[in-house]
């Protein structure tokens, strides 16, 4: 437990031949960046979103949602900075013409973590060492600025058409559909509205199966707050992290070149992060535990203050410990409010609203902006659950129920059971997304079930058609238990279902 298990490469064979996930266009030789999620991966990153939506909007009263354009207006991109800054650094070879991302050729070469370089930091070691091309092993000399939006041309192509951007991020519509949403929701700060969808950028080296992808979905929260000493105004409701512990990686740490997070409470968090931005990192770090994410394999990492974005005041991520390494699969910024004030500018629309207790105008300030990768939440819980069981001799993924693309198996003993297995098949199914399986021994039907993560497996014998009843066998424990046909669907839902 808790030690290395396979490689992301390894990790990636598995999931394409179980059925998870497999690069976009397989069969014209894939294209690079992109995937295409199969039966399982599809059911999975379904339960992931579904439990992020009713877990951070639907059972909340202070949040609500908006579904906006992936084709965005160009402006957009121009107010919010993107088209002048959301870029990487690119080298490119002079002898073979091959383009790679400088802070990784620099994380490669020297030794550096790429997630702690900063575009000056890339700029400066590229000119100063003698970084090789991984091609052919010439000297890269320079680098250069690489926009890493993918563009398009809305209309005629022949004539008058716009061009425009596929949205790199899911944060600015809810920017600028800020004042409509507050009104019509009559929504008023402490509040945050989300939005969950796909999201694109033109990596210069997509790598790491799912982790840096082109094509990927995003679920962003912008909680806004009123008070202009960020994240004190009504203050968030802290006590159900009492006595809870995280591993929490500080600034103050990572400036003394200790690398290793410390096990502290949860409320500590405090010390670093107003309380908004502590709840909601807090509020997330638990939604991972809760399902079934190792404690060991999960850290919060404060940024240095020369990582943090122009626009940013601070900015935390809760990182996974994968093969490759600590790695962000969650952001989480204190923004202010220069997205408001610069759509604002460019818009000329007014985005503040009016306080009548104070009789004041107010612009509302991002307290926190939960941001999670879908796809990296996905490889995380892959990643975690994947376990090679020596006993049973073959591999268990332990997702928890609520993450498990399906959750029941059906199987009749033998043959002769069909007639029941399936009636039971159809009385699960209607509840839970279940498969049916007859084929081979029930311990080769088990060993499948444990493969693809199936929680629970039911089993109709001969008895069944006497009393009535079904073994249901638990994937963890493999402990079975009897239950009558009628009490299955309670039975399943008082274990977690
Ligand atoms: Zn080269």
Redesign the pocket.
């Known amino acids: 437990m808790g030690e290395p298990k396979i490689s992301i490469d390894e990790l990636a064979v598995f999931c394409k031949k179980k059925g998870f996930a497999v690069i976009s266009g397989e069969i014209y030789g894939g294209l690079s960046g992109f995937y295409d999620f199969g039966w399982l991966g599809s059911e999975m990153k379904r339960n992931i979103k579904d439990s992020l939506w009713n877990d951070f909007v639907r059972r909340r009263g202070n949040i609500v949602g908006i579904d906006g354009s992936i084709i965005t207006h160009p402006k957009v991109w121009e107010a919010s900075g993107h088209v002048e800054n959301f870029s990487d650094m690119i080298v490119s ?1 002079g ?4 383009s790679f991302r400088a802070d990784q050729v620099a994380a490669d070469q020297l030794g550096v973590n790429p997630a702690s370089l900063s575009i000056e930091d890339v700029k400066v070691m590229v000119e100063r060492e003698e970084l090789k ?1 991984p ?4 000297i890269l000399k320079t680098a250069s600025k690489f926009n890493l939006m993918f563009s398009t041309k809305i209309g005629s192509t022949a004539g008058n058409g716009v061009n425009s951007f596929l949205r790199p991020e899911t944060a600015q519509l809810i920017f600028t559909d800020f004042k409509g949403v507050m009104d019509s929701a009559r929504m008023r700060p402490p509040f945050g509205i989300a939005q969950l969808g796909k999201a694109f950028r033109n990596e210069i080296s997509p790598r790491d199966f799912l982790f840096r992808m082109r094509e990927f979905e995003q679920f962003e929260i912008e909680f806004f707050t009123a008070d202009k000493d960020e994240g004190n105004d009504d203050e968030p409701d802290m006590s159900g992290f009492k006595g809870m512990k995280i591993n929490l990686l500080t600034e103050d740490k990572q400036r003394k070149k200790e690398g290793e997070a410390e096990r502290v409470d949860a409320l500590s968090l405090l010390k670093t992060a107003k309380k908004w931005h502590a709840y909601w990192l807090l509020e997330f770090y638990s939604w991972f535990i809760r399902h079934g994410i190792s404690p060991a394999n999960l850290r919060i990492r404060e940024h240095r203050k020369e990582e943090l974005a122009h626009y940013a005041s601070a900015c935390f991520d809760i990182e996974y410990k994968f093969p490759f390494g600590w790695s962000e699969i969650h952001g989480d910024a204190e923004r202010g409010s220069f997205d408001l004030d610069q759509h604002s500018k460019y818009s000329g629309q007014k985005m503040y609203y009016f306080d009548a207790q104070n009789n004041e105008k107010i612009v509302p300030r991002v307290a926190a902006e939960p941001s999670q990768g879908i796809e990296r939440a996905m490889m995380a819980f892959l990643y975690d659950a994947y376990k090679y069981d020596k006993e049973r001799g073959n591999v268990v993924m332990g997702f928890h129920p609520v993450i498990a693309p399906v959750k029941v198996g059906v199987f009749p003993l033998v043959n002769k059971l069909d007639e029941k297995a399936s009636a039971v098949f159809r009385l699960v199914n209607e509840n839970f997304v279940a498969v049916y399986d007859r084929s081979g021994s029930i311990g080769r039907r088990y060993a499948r079930a444990d493969e693809i993560g199936i929680p629970f497996c039911i089993t109709i014998d001969f008895d069944t058609l006497k009393d009535e009843s079904v073994t249901i066998r638990e994937r963890d424990t493999t402990k079975q238990t009897r239950v009558k046909i009628s009490e299955i669907a309670g039975y399943l839902k008082q274990r977690g279902l």
């Not at 002898?95 to 091959?98: F, I, L, Q, S, V």
């Not at 091609?135 to 010439?138: I, L, R, V």
């Open positions: 070879c002898k073979c013409r091959e091309c091609h052919c092993g010439s």
